[in-house]
């Protein structure tokens, strides 16, 4: 099925896999807001790093020779003065507006004003750019690929100059800010692909294409892009990054661009990959720099799942008091696990990779309603992202939006006790909707977490002994047959 999205035509073979992908890109989001809160200085560590490479991958991506290791030195010591060098003066540029739109991304709206200033901002350090800087180009400005050995290589003729430009950005402005129904990463992909394909300004379109990538994953939500380096990406996969432009753009106009949203997906996709990789380093490097009687009670539960604190009192000749302390530190870290009350408490190692990331569970009208059984301590269910698939064609974000609270959908969290104590608790759907996002799909924040909930009833000992809990999560509403189909997005342990 062929859909055309502004002026371009998008053909997916699969829907059914670009809904996944697309799927799991957004989850990304629940994640990323505990590790916000987690991981402030690493955060900050990261996105120095990120700054540094996106820096001087997007420069030399147009030709800049400086190093990243050049690139961090001339940011720390940042002089306007001594600019001399065009790379230089092309490094303070991107540089400062990178942090401009890190800092300012919320107040800066998609319209021909903003893209004119954050060019001239861009260009600021550059004389020979005076003439041009934040106005969009009178002269022709075709495409080329410098090759390593210093030649040419044209790749397509963009608008020309004056009025093609200038509507064909008035166009794309408008077709931006009015789309409602194209997912908000499809359309920051088209958007960027039909910007350096009209190449409206003199020079520093590809830089400036970058850099709005930024922006309007940031102005979507996707903040965590400024944590890792888009334009590392791009940089490392240049080849396949023109190629792609390249087999669309020479079809214009009315070309297919499908393999190029395909492959800003899949750059998306390796970037999120590489930041939970770095969080995940961080972490272990961590875990090996904890005191030595912390690793040593913690490598000894490790080897003695089971374990009581008096007999690691005992082989380890800690006082039991500081054992305890120990083992209370490390199970409020979430290393350990506790299992049992009183003289019947034991440890085990917290085996995080034993958790089943991104688990669907589907609630439909045919089934409604969905059982588990959380079998010991440590076992939770987490209900991070709703989304809805509407049973009937809509266009605007109204149709689905009213029919929801039409439906009055709500999810209900069951719970009992082998002891037979129970727990009911309702959530409703709506009230997880952002107005600001168009997708029928919604975050989850704070998080529903099966055990959490279940603390509110009874003591905190009864939980540690009261196993196994049998609980279900129950779709409900105020009509008899739903409109939607609901799949809650869950970890699971």
């Known amino acids: 099925m062929n859909t055309q999205i502004h002026t371009v035509i998008f053909s997916p073979a699969n829907w059914m896999e670009l809904a996944q992908q697309l799927s799991q890109l957004d989850r990304f989001d629940a994640q990323w807001q505990a590790i916000e809160r987690r991981e402030k200085a690493t955060l900050k560590e990261l996105k120095s790093i990120a700054t540094v490479r996106s820096v001087g991958a997007s420069t030399r991506i147009e030709g800049s020779r400086l190093s990243d290791q050049e690139v961090a030195v001339l940011i720390e010591n940042l002089d306007i003065n001594k600019l001399s060098e065009r790379d230089q003066q092309e490094v303070a540029g991107y540089y400062e507006t990178l942090n401009l739109i890190g800092e300012s991304y919320q107040d800066i709206p998609v319209t021909e004003s903003s893209l004119k200033q954050l060019h001239n901002f861009l260009m600021k350090y550059s004389s020979k750019d005076n003439y041009h800087k934040g106005d969009y180009k009178i002269n022709t400005n075709r495409v080329e ?11 397509f003729e963009p608008a020309l100059p004056g009025w093609a430009t200038q509507d064909a950005m008035g166009q794309l402005i408008a077709w931006y800010n009015n789309d409602t129904s194209t997912h908000a990463l499809i359309r920051v992909a088209i958007f960027v692909y039909e910007f350096l394909s009209i190449h409206p300004f003199q020079d520093g379109n590809g830089r ?10 940031m102005k979507n939500g996707y903040i965590w892009i400024e944590y ?5 990406e791009i940089e490392h996969r240049k080849k396949e990054y023109y190629l792609r432009l390249m087999e669309a753009q020479r079809n214009r106009p009315g070309e297919d661009v499908t393999e190029w949203v395909i492959f800003f997906l899949d750059c ?3 970037i999120q990959g590489l930041l939970m990789q770095k969080l995940k380093d961080k972490e272990n490097r961590e875990h090996i720099g904890i005191g030595m009687r912390e690793l040593n009670v913690y490598t000894l539960v490790e080897n003695n799942p089971g374990i009581s604190s008096g007999d ?4 380890l000749d800690i006082p039991n008091s500081t054992v ?3 083992l209370t530190d490390l ?7 506790v299992h049992g009350a009183g003289r019947g408490t034991r440890y085990s190692i917290a085996v995080t990779d034993l958790i089943k990331r991104d688990v669907a569970i589907v609630l439909t009208n045919d089934q409604r309603i969905k059982e588990y059984t959380l079998p010991q301590a440590g076992a939770f269910i987490r209900i991070k992202k709703i989304v809805l698939t509407p049973k009937f064609d809509w266009k605007h974000p109204n149709e689905w939006s009213t029919k929801l609270y039409q439906n009055g959908l709500y999810i209900i969290v069951h719970a009992v006790t082998s002891k037979g104590v129970s727990f009911s608790q309702p959530y409703s759907i709506a009230g997880f909707n952002d107005p600001n996002y168009y997708q029928p799909v919604f975050i989850v924040n704070p998080n529903i977490v099966l055990l959490e909930q279940l603390g509110s009833i009874g003591n905190n000992s009864m939980f540690k002994i009261d196993y196994p809990i049998k609980c279900s999560i129950e779709l409900s509403g105020s009509v008899e047959r739903f409109d939607f189909d609901v799949m809650l997005v869950t970890d699971q342990a």
């Open 145 to 155: 690929q410098t090759e390593v050995d210093g030649t040419k290589t044209p790749i």
């Open 208 to 217: 400036l294409s970058r850099l709005l990538t930024t922006l309007l994953l």
């Open 228 to 232: 890792v380096s888009f334009e590392h």
């Open 268 to 270: 998306l996709k390796n």
């Open 312 to 315: 690691i009192a005992k082989r």
């Open 324 to 326: 305890k302390r120990i």
């Open 331 to 337: 199970v409020s870290a979430r290393n350990l696990v």
